[in-house]
């Protein structure tokens, strides 16, 4: 593509996107077809050449737009607020056209130190603990299985990343029974094994339970098993519900566990002072993850 060309098909994306903030609500939420619909539209096989952008563009407003559901439509209401802006989109148009790989500072220092440093921002305006430090994931699912990783290496003195579980102990993780689906794949992947994940119940609120909570901890004590990691949640998925902070992070200091808050889902409502109750007690929390693009409008 000659750059003339980039310059006025990058005009006519931007009208499109333009008319598609301004009339989103003309879409229906859902679309009207059934599995299979949109595949049995599209080639068999991998294109031979090349196409005109024009057609192009006739195929994604024929084929991939009826078959879309529209997570921005005013009327959408399911799973979880997935909020977009026009200047998120800016910006990723911006890091797409620089196409830098910001693995470590060598490879792109102005991306790292951006990163580092609204990590800062994000910290303050939370009002996390001035010590933490942070770092961009892809997703939610992943910062939680790296913090679950961590859990593992420092209860195994970071034994299992240098031999393996050999000689380890059956570790245990604790989590609320209305659980994100990332923390039971995150145990899996981890190696724990699901069967050494703890549900604990909930009270009517569905928040976790700290006296049962300690109650599973002993008994698992009592069977020889090795409590490692408990996660609690600023936000279910299910209920928005949230864990008593304080509770749960004295009972982690009391035996010695990792403690991890995942605050993917309502951890933007810390940015308001009335509601950093649901944050009482996140010092004695070892690791937080919380997600911009479901209230704070980043792809």
């Given amino acids: 593509m000659q750059t003339a060309d980039f310059r006025r098909y990058a005009h006519q994306l931007a009208d499109w996107m333009a008319d598609y903030f301004e ?4 879409y229906p939420v859902k679309p009207p077809v059934q599995p299979g619909d949109i595949k049995s539209q599209l ?14 563009m006739a195929d994604f407003e024929h084929i991939i737009m009826p078959g879309m559901t529209h997570w921005q439509h005013p009327q959408f209401f399911a799973y979880f607020p997935a909020s977009r802006s026009a200047p998120s989109v ?22 790292e130190e951006l990163e580092e440093r ?16 942070g770092s961009i994931q892809e997703t939610a699912s992943a ?13 195994s003195n970071f034994q299992v990343n240098q031999k393996g579980w050999y000689g380890q102990p059956r570790l245990r993780v604790y ?14 992947i981890a190696g724990f094994g699901e069967e050494n994940l703890v549900l604990i119940p909930t009270d009517e609120n569905f928040a976790m339970l700290p006296d049962k909570l300690e109650a599973a901890i002993e008994h698992d004590l009592s069977l020889g098993f090795q409590p490692a990691c408990v996660v609690a949640a600023i936000g279910t998925t299910s209920s928005t519900a949230i864990d008593p902070i304080r509770p749960i992070g004295e009972l982690c200091q009391k035996y010695g566990l990792f403690f991890h808050v995942d ?18 007690g996140m010092e004695l929390a070892d690791s937080f993850v919380f997600n911009p693009h479901k209230w704070l409008f980043t792809n």
Avoid: D
Avoid at 266 to 277: S, V, Y
């Fill in 118 to 133: 609204c990590m800062e921002w994000l910290r303050e305006m939370l009002a996390l603990p001035a010590g933490w430090a």
């Fill in 43 to 56: 080639p068999a096989g991998p294109p031979l050449e090349g196409e005109a952008f024009e057609q192009i």
């Fill in 90 to 111: 800016l910006a990723e148009m911006l890091t797409a056209a620089i196409g830098a790989q910001c693995m470590i500072w060598y490879t792109s220092p102005a991306a």
């Fill in 263 to 280: 605050a993917a889902y309502a951890g933007t409502a810390l940015l308001l002072p009335e509601q950093r109750w649901m944050s009482e």
């Fill in 143 to 155: 910062a939680t299985l790296a913090a679950l990783l961590m859990a593992r290496e420092r209860i």
């Fill in 23 to 26: 009339n989103i609500e003309q």
């Fill in 175 to 188: 989590a609320s029974e209305h659980i994100h689906s990332s923390i039971p794949k995150g145990v899996r």
